[in-house]
């Protein structure tokens, strides 16, 4: 069994940063792709950005300089730092990793940008 705990979401004004993470646990041998994806309210869950085991990454066009993910393979975490946050940013992030074919999901943390 896998679990994964988000945390670090929270309320932010715009322009502000934020810093989420993502911890894995279980049985887990090798984790492949590593990603963080957002749901805002009436939209379909969108990818965010992924990091692979080798560390190879792609983002959401609209997140491109301002979003930088990153993964610690000794700890099983990722993170995403979050900057230059927008109010169209706000949504239920989740994380999600890829162990051999079987893909997991975190519970999500909220993120809401708003003056």
């Known amino acids: 069994q896998v679990q994964l705990v988000e945390s670090g979401g929270g309320l932010v004004q715009p322009g502000g940063s934020l810093r989420l993470s993502c911890a894995a646990s279980?049985?887990?041998?090798?984790?492949?792709?590593m990603a963080w994806y957002r749901q805002a309210p009436g939209k379909q869950r969108e990818l965010v950005a992924r990091?692979?085991?080798?560390?190879?990454?792609n983002y959401a066009d609209s997140v491109k300089g301002r979003f930088t993910i990153a993964r610690d393979n000794a700890q099983n975490r990722v993170y995403l730092q979050m900057n230059s946050l927008k109010p169209e940013d706000t949504a239920v992030y989740y994380c999600n990793i890829v162990v051999i074919l079987s893909s997991y999901w975190g519970q999500g943390t909220q993120v809401t940008v708003s003056s």
């Open positions: 279980g049985s887990i041998f090798s984790i492949n792709t």
């Open positions: 990091i692979t085991s080798s560390g190879s990454t």
